[in-house]
């Protein structure tokens, strides 16, 4: 039988100037829906595991091509158990922090430092033949399912690494998603050969900004890799004319171009299989077009929200890529500005006026088309139907958190956000109660840390520390109930969040991030005392 093949190698050029990174085993990129073929399908619509990212984590015992041969010859014979070969050919995934029990007698700061090495993936622990992407040093995992390094996740746990102190892993971390870029072209969803095909919100330029300001790394270091990351969101944009689109390229009538969410593949996605296939079952469109649209949702990190619906509470009608987000866009302004700055003290100057001219023109298009004078804020823009959507989110305060606002578009966009976002708990996502988990009631750290930053950015320091303070309340007031931190949060009542396709994860290495980030900023803060109760 010929293998199937589908090779990366790192490359031969050094990652950053003057630094090499150490010699990685060739990644197999192929997926396992591509890999395993049906079986993969069969393993997934039958619902052998309860989660279908179950599955896709699993690595195999022997060489993937036997066993799908071997499924093949077995599966025709009578009384053929598929579960029990599932189990005989494949080591399941390790939930890494599955049997940590925190200590009553820790603070929270206390219990976050002790969560970082729980949470430490080492890449020679990497199973062979699995999903699982090759990096060359170790890193932080969100925790619960999820078992790999996430893109936006990493930059929001690096906030907590930092006031740690622990820079032994932003330094490996920074030159895992090095890495990555130079390897792949993007920074992936997260490291699994199921993620290759899309990214998430890029934040690279804040960590970059991040590690020069912790002495980590000088932030020159990452141009080359920054300049490839906007290529690849970029991609396109010489060959588009106005009222095209391409990839996460939008050119508008007026000839301007916009970035939204996309996916390279439009098949369900590995990791939520039955659910796409469930989700596209519902839809009057073909289903194709359904898990594109599922898939681009997952790169914004947003998975799921109204946001992207066009009726609320019905996930069939998702049309993210009709959509130009506010934070998507932002964050580009904040590369753009970056390579800018960078270029300039690289000593090219031309880059460097060229860059300052792209952010420019982004950051004007921005405000014709995203800026809602009536509301007061900037809201996300849909080009097919050319006109913006009418509800604000938690997403209106990026423009703040990249110093992209003026003055008064900050003092507007700060009123609303008390005015509708502000809860008992936290800041809220957005208005809509639709059963989807990036909407009511839930709050989420990197929401918090974003307005937080930027409110404290143009001087709104009021509302900025009413926020961290009642999300500091909420975290803690569930860490002294239950003892854990966990991936989001009902705004109401203090109560792990809910809502999604998958129940909530405890860890979690972006809550554990920003509320250590929020805690050192609020030192007589109470959750600094508070402890986690007795285990019985």
Not at 88 to 99: L, Q
Not at 201 to 208: D, E, I, K, R, S
Not at 410 to 423: D, G, H, I, V, Y
Request: charged share 25%; proline share 7%.
């Amino acid at each position: 039988m010929t293998p199937k093949t589908a090779a990366v190698t790192s490359p031969d050029s050094e990652v950053h100037a003057g630094a090499r990174l150490p010699e990685m085993p060739q990644a197999d990129t192929l997926t396992p829906a591509d890999r395993y073929e049906e079986l993969f399908v069969e393993v997934q619509t039958a619902r052998i595991f309860p989660d279908s990212k179950t599955f896709v984590d699993c690595a195999p015992k022997s060489d993937p091509d036997a066993i799908l041969a071997a499924y093949r010859k077995e599966r025709t014979q009578p009384q053929f158990d598929l579960a029990a070969f599932v189990q005989r050919h494949f080591d399941m995934p390790e939930v890494r922090n599955s049997h940590y029990v925190s200590d009553p007698e820790q603070s929270l700061p206390d219990h976050i430092d002790t969560l970082w090495t729980v949470l430490t993936q080492h890449p020679d622990d990497h199973p062979p033949r699995s999903s699982l992407l090759p990096v060359p040093n170790c890193y932080v995992v969100p925790g619960g399912r999820f078992g790999e390094m996430y893109y936006w996740d990493s930059y929001f746990t690096m906030l907590g690494l930092a006031e740690s102190g622990r820079h032994d892993l932003l330094h490996f971390m920074a030159d895992n998603f090095a890495y990555l870029i130079d390897t792949y072209g993007h920074v992936p969803n997260g490291t699994r050969t199921y993620y290759l095909s899309r990214s998430q919100p890029p934040v690279f330029a804040l960590m970059v900004e991040l590690f020069e300001q912790h002495g980590v790394k000088p932030a020159l270091r990452y141009l080359p890799q920054l300049r490839r990351e906007y290529e690849f969101w970029m991609d396109g944009a010489c060959e588009l004319r106005p009222g095209e689109a391409r990839r996460r390229l939008v050119c508008l009538a007026q000839g301007v171009t916009l970035n939204r969410y996309w996916d390279d593949r439009d098949t369900p996605r590995e990791e939520s299989y039955l659910e796409d296939v469930t989700t596209a079952a519902k839809a009057s469109r073909p289903p194709h077009e359904v898990y594109r649209e599922l898939r681009a949702a997952a790169e914004s990190g947003w998975d799921f929200s109204s946001r992207w619906l066009g009726e609320p509470s019905r996930l069939e009608t998702i049309r993210i890529t009709s959509i130009l987000p506010v934070d998507l866009n932002a964050l580009l302004y904040k590369l753009e500005r970056t390579l800018a700055e960078l270029s300039e003290a690289g000593g090219d100057a031309d880059d460097a006026a060229l860059f300052r001219d792209k952010a420019e023109a982004r950051r004007r298009t921005m405000n014709t088309l995203l800026w809602d004078e009536g509301i007061g804020t900037f809201l996300d823009y849909d080009w097919a139907l050319e006109q913006r959507r009418p509800q604000p989110t938690a997403a209106s305060l990026v423009p703040l958190f990249v110093g992209l606002a003026s003055a008064p578009q900050a003092a507007r966009t700060a009123e609303m956000a008390r005015a509708l976002l502000l809860e008992e708990g936290g800041l809220g996502t957005t208005l809509v109660h639709s059963g989807e988990q990036w909407d009511q009631p839930n709050g989420w750290a990197p929401l918090q840390w974003i307005a937080v930053s930027g409110l404290n950015a143009y001087g709104h320091e009021d509302l900025a520390d009413e926020i961290a303070r009642r999300w500091l309340e909420t975290v803690s007031a569930v860490y002294l109930r239950d003892g854990k931190l966990v991936e989001k949060y009902s705004l109401r009542g203090a109560a792990g969040g809910r809502g999604g396709e998958y129940p909530l994860q405890d860890g979690f290495g972006w809550t554990n991030g920003v509320t250590r980030k929020l805690l050192d900023l609020h030192r007589g803060h109470e959750a600094h005392r508070c402890t986690a109760p007795p285990k019985d």
